[in-house]
């Protein structure tokens, strides 16, 4: 037969995966059309909520912390971790200069957690009021109530500031720790060109995240449609929503709520190990075209 038996399903089986595919695409579609059209799209504040194992790798991609960011010591140890490991490797450290980069960063945590400590009540009075602003945030009457969030945005345009000086101080901290560390390179290694501790540009830079990200989903969401290309497609798709799951493990306790998106990655993959696009989409002439050509290969021979 011209298609494999081991790859035929009955009626409804076809027909439901027929429908996942549309569904899904559909969903890819209207997230890209809106997030295209209505420009501004910004990964910051996904990247900057991230929590669990990989939170320190992502928040790596922000330009700088913001308010809650700068509040967050043990992130702030997590990164500073992360930046002193991949300026090693960047610059590939000899053995001295890796003693002195632990020694420069053991040296800052030590200077920042003496900040901490002697700024504690200032921290503790802004921690309370971040924790008032998130039950607002989260409030389900809040939400629907245009007159109350209205309110509850007011109150974090007020709230979300830390006093100018703190800011100041912290940031003094991160460029402290790159420039000490930066300086461990030798004249050869430094030529090579900077290694910002925020990351300013590059692709892997917000910046160029936000470009691709909204096109990246419109096209997902087409060629599931048109059932083309489905099997790429849609291991790419899950691959995606891999990483936006990642940034919220649902093992982590107080991590969003990722169900939904742990419920389409699971019906990528179903697409992806059937090959969905063969049944009513263009991946079924493809596999005619291939066939066809295999018959006549092995005919000519």
């Known amino acids: 037969m011209l298609i494999d038996r081991r790859l035929q399903l009955g009626t409804w089986a076809v027909l439901a995966l027929v429908a996942l595919r549309l569904v899904v695409g559909w969903h890819f579609l209207e997230e890209g059309?809106?997030?295209?059209?209505?420009?501004?799209?910004?990964s910051t504040g996904f990247f900057r909520q991230a929590t669990g194992p990989l939170a320190s790798v992502y928040q790596s991609l922000l330009p700088e912390p913001d308010s809650r960011g700068w509040l967050d010591l043990d992130?702030?140890?997590?990164?500073?971790?992360?930046y002193r490991d991949e300026l090693g490797r960047h610059f590939d450290f000899d053995q001295r200069q890796e003693k002195e980069a632990d020694r420069i960063l053991a040296q800052h945590v030590r200077g920042i957690e003496r900040y901490f400590r002697s700024h504690k009540d200032d921290v503790i009075q802004y921690t309370k009021g971040l924790e008032a602003l998130n039950q607002s945030q989260t409030d389900p009457m809040n939400q629907q109530i245009p007159s109350l969030w209205a309110h509850v945005e007011r109150n974090e345009s007020e709230i979300g500031q830390l006093p100018g000086e703190m800011v100041s101080d912290l940031r003094d901290y991160w460029r402290s720790l790159e420039l000490q560390l930066t300086g461990t390179r030798n004249e050869e290694q430094a030529a090579q060109g900077e290694f910002p501790i925020f990351t300013a540009g590059g692709f892997w830079s917000i910046a160029t995240i936000d470009r691709v990200i909204p096109y990246f989903i419109l096209i997902v969401g087409v060629l599931l449609l048109l059932g083309l290309f489905t099997r790429m497609v849609s291991l790419a798709g899950a691959g995606f929503l891999l990483m936006v799951v990642s940034t919220q493990p649902p093992w982590v306790v107080d991590a969003m709520p990722v169900h939904n998106y742990l419920v389409e990655l699971t019906s990528l993959l179903v697409l992806a190990g059937t090959g969905a696009g063969r049944f009513a989409g263009v991946d079924f002439f493809l596999l005619l075209f291939r066939l066809g050509r295999k018959s006549k290969i092995q005919e000519d021979e």
């Open 33 to 42: 059309v809106q997030k295209v059209l209505g420009g501004g799209f910004s």
């Open 75 to 82: 992130r702030t140890k997590q990164r500073w971790q992360v």
